[in-house]
């Protein structure tokens, strides 16, 4: 099992691109199949965050509220120096972005789009498919302790990863590639734009963390928050929107599943890049 988990992941973008690729394909030779690509949306993406917050150690969550300097950082970096982007790199940053959404749809489309949100079907999002994969995840992980079959469930899903990512992929770019048409011609016009954004917001990261005077790991750790969208978090929320918004909004699935592709090719460049950038010091004093 762990063998093929290991391919998986080594060949993960790859796979990513095909299943895209096969999802738009269906979704433009079979446009009648939305309605039930549509309706596998909400539990595979489910699954898939639930996946995800397995892998964020939730019980210990608590113990970095503490660093305020590092949080402080964080806030700043992803609030303040990029006020007009939806993030979720951290629980806390999720509920932020719930909050401040109005004020982005406001700034990015005007009075006139907020004014035609409807908040019922966001906060519906949020519950069904952040809270609850969440508080589940929370729940999986404070059993791993005790349970064995909590921690079956934990290696399971750890192993599951990629194939949901996979069938998220597909389903949601096959639900609605027939439904914005020639619009999605205008998706890889935003590839530069993804990757001019993880590019400077690196930079800042690195200037952030300098003059937060962060140690070497959360230094580490403020670049990637700041670099990486964590796009498909925030996806509950784009396919939320009402059908009423401007068309330009009707790309916001679409989007979102481009910057992911952008972003994981991304992370896997600044796995490598990163350390460099902030060396850790031979001692090994960095690990504070």
Known sequence: MAGIVQRLEHRQVALFLTAIALGALVGWLAPGTAPTLSAAITPVLGLLLFATFLAVPLVSLGRSFWDLRFLGTVLTVNFVIVPDKLLAATPLLMLLQIVLLP???WLIAGTGAVALIEVRPLVEAFLVLIVLPLAAAAAVQF???RRRAARAIETLMQALMVPLMMTTLAVVVGSQVSAVG???????????????FLIVMVGIGVLAAGLAGLPVPAARALIFSGATRNSLVVLPLALALPLALPPALALAPLAVVTQTLVELV????LVRLVPRLVPG???GADRS
Do not use: E, F, W
């Open 103 to 105: 004020v982005y749809l």
């Open 143 to 145: 059993g791993t302790r």
């Open 182 to 196: 020639a619009q999605a011609a205008a998706l890889p016009t935003l590839i530069p734009l993804y990757i001019a």
């Open 266 to 269: 991304g992370l896997a460049i």
């Open 281 to 283: 010091s031979p001692s």
